[in-house]
């Protein structure tokens, strides 16, 4: 898969984080925090969506060896999606 203007995926053992850290570099500056980590979610969410797919091809055709690495990458993106949401409410507070 390749994916144009983000950055290359995170190792599947990485452990996710309480806080949004944009990659260094970034210039957020004219953005609301609260934009950029909604902007963060919402890439998350597409990340996860094609990897449920993935997850499914994978489960049809029998790749059991993918299919563990794709659920460890599903629950990965579940658990960030999870600490990005909970940023965004401490951000709306």
Known sequence: MIRVGNPPPM???SEPTDDF???????FSDRAPSEVVGDHAMGLE???VE????VKRAA???RWDDLRALRAEEARLEAELAS???AAG???E
């Open 11 to 13: 190792a599947l053992t």
């Open 21 to 27: 850290q944009p990659e260094q570099g970034a210039d």
């Open 46 to 48: 597409l990340q996860l």
């Open 51 to 54: 990897v449920v797919e993935q």
């Open 60 to 62: 049809v055709q029998e």
């Open 84 to 86: 990005t949401a909970e």
């Open 90 to 92: 401490r951000l709306a």
